[in-house]
């Protein structure tokens, strides 16, 4: 595809000037590109309002819709998190290691920039502004590619965030968007190797699958969020109680919100009644065990597939379990490897719960909502991995550069 293939190129010599840049530079970038979002809110709202638009008349979920909304808010919420990312240290030049071989030759392992990045992401426009300024930041140009549900707020936000970044200095094309939004664009996208260093999926699993079976070019893969929240026998009741309703009802339509509850048999009696009522104050519905239903008649019963659903929505799943290693062989069959909590005052058994669940981000007596870049003081962030190569959780400046080996010398040669 002739326009995919153009823009490779641009981004490509891009890379290479970006990549060299001052963190001055970048960084009066990023400042101008939250200066011209604030500046341009109105123009951002009436492209945001046709998705919403056409959203609600295609029957879009509420979940999504949430997802796809944009208000003054959100704008000044893209805004402050590019100038976040500016006043995070760079990482590029960074030395990792460095050491002196009997030979004299001298080795330093430093942080340089991936190159290009491809982002396919679903709904969510904040991952315009938000890619954008953390590939900016870690001197790599970005081609996004955005769903046709988001394609108006897309289009507004790159134009607004690269014409500030080309006026702050940046090389053109640093910051592109696929104008396309067809199957055959995003296959197109995931086979540009030439041009493309790696690929980012952003979405629903169906999303995240398809890139990472049909993709050419490297993938760093960000999983779909089947979190759970295990209560201890040992667990304090009433913080189990907030915890589980911020985990599940805060905004329950985000990767790190709590879908499957797990609840020790010892404390089921007495915990399951008052948070199954609090949920459903907040419209939650339930689906539960064999167990759970005869403590809660009224909840509908669980499936198989109901342990490994992302529901996105005021659903929750509800398992009684005989104890901790039951609870941990649970999450680690049917989790998503993404986000996992566990609210107990044994000591021990937390220590062995955050050894053995194997996710990408395991908390003791939190809501696993923290999930997030910004909640982890890393600033924006590009996704959350749940594969172990390269990057884990919440992936911000330092995952999206590699490293390369920097040798000096003077004179010598092998023998």
């Not at 002196?100 to 030759?105: A, D, E, S, T």
């Not at 991952?127 to 046709?148: E, F, M, P, Y």
Request: aromatic share 4%; proline share 3%.
């Amino acid at each position: 595809m002739q326009i995919l293939e153009e823009m490779g190129k641009k981004a490509k010599q891009a890379a290479l000037e970006l990549g060299v840049l001052t963190t001055q530079v970048k960084n009066r970038a990023l400042e101008e590109m939250a200066g011209a979002l604030l500046s341009r809110e109105k123009d951002i709202l009436e492209a945001n309002r046709l998705d919403l638009q056409a959203g609600r008349e295609s029957g879009m979920s509420a979940a999504l819709i949430d997802r796809l909304t944009l208000d003054s808010k959100r704008v000044a919420e893209m805004a402050q998190g590019l100038r976040e990312v500016a006043a995070l240290p760079d990482p590029v030049g960074e030395i990792v290691a460095g050491w002196r071989l009997p030979n004299g030759l001298e080795i330093q392992k430093i942080r340089v920039p991936l190159g290009v990045v491809g982002i396919i992401y679903e709904a969510r426009p904040n991952v315009t502004v938000d890619a954008a300024g953390l590939c900016v930041k870690s001197g790599n140009a970005v081609i996004l590619r955005g769903s046709s549900s988001a394609i108006n707020s897309n289009r507004i936000l790159t134009e607004i965030i690269a014409g500030a970044a080309e006026r702050a200095g940046l090389p053109a094309g640093c910051i592109q968007l696929v104008p396309l939004t067809d199957r055959e664009s995003a296959r197109e996208l995931m086979r540009l190797r030439e041009y493309l260093d790696v690929l980012i999926p952003r979405g629903g699993a169906g999303l995240i699958r398809t890139v990472v079976e049909e993709s050419t070019v490297p993938v760093i893969e960000t999983g779909v969020g089947n979190c759970h929240t295990y209560v201890d026998a040992t667990a304090d009741l009433d913080m189990a109680l907030e915890i589980v309703i911020n985990a599940k009802c805060q905004r329950p339509g985000v990767c790190n919100a709590m879908e499957t509850m797990l609840v020790h048999a010892e404390v089921a009696e007495e915990f399951l009644p008052r948070a199954a009522q609090a949920l459903r104050e907040r419209g939650v519905t339930l689906r539960g065990c064999a167990r759970t239903r005869e403590i809660i008649p009224d909840a509908e019963e669980a499936t198989e597939e109901d342990w490994y659903e992302e529901y996105l929505d005021l659903i929750l799943a509800v398992k009684v379990v005989e104890d901790l290693e039951e609870a941990i062989r649970h999450i680690n069959k049917y989790g998503s490897k993404h986000s996992e909590a566990i609210v107990t005052r044994d000591y021990r058994a937390a220590r062995r719960f955050v050894s053995l669940v194997d996710s990408a981000d395991v908390y003791v007596n939190a809501s696993t909502r923290f999930t997030d870049g910004g909640q982890f003081g890393l600033g924006a962030e590009i996704g959350i991995s749940t594969q172990k190569l390269h990057a884990r959780g919440p992936m911000s400046l330092r995952e999206l550069t590699s490293t390369k080996f920097i040798i000096y010398g003077d004179g010598q040669v092998r023998s």
